[in-house]
């Protein structure tokens, strides 16, 4: 198999004005390697903006990620088949 035909699913979960843009609360993407390293968060994120548009594509430039319950704060961390990837919009509130 190369590099190209791997894919893995990761269940992505959006709130708020996320699920509003996307229109979905959750779905799975399937993820290719944009190298000849493992998918990583950055093209999980990629999958997801093309996959909905230029509505999520603006809200994803202000949204915070989670994978598998950790903060994304590097986005070439690699995804595994079966991760869930959440997609969090700043939250208003006091």
């Known amino acids: ?6 894919q893995v699913g990761v269940r992505v979960r959006y709130f708020a004005a996320a699920r509003a843009a996307a229109g979905v609360a959750e779905e799975v993407v399937r993820v290719g390697r944009s190298t000849d390293l ?3 968060a950055g093209d999980a994120i990629d999958a997801v903006t093309a996959a909905h548009g230029d509505r999520l ?8 990620f ?11 961390v690699e995804v595994h088949d079966g991760a869930e990837l959440d997609v969090l919009p700043p939250f208003a509130g006091g």
Do not use: F, I, W, Y
Not at 1 to 6: C, R, S
Not at 57 to 64: G, L, R
Not at 66 to 76: F, K, P, Q, T, Y
């Open 1 to 6: 198999m190369t590099a190209v035909d791997e």
């Open 57 to 64: 594509a603006a809200v994803v430039t202000a949204c915070s």
């Open 66 to 76: 989670l994978l598998n319950g950790v903060a994304v704060r590097d986005r070439s």
């Open 38 to 40: 493992a998918p990583t």
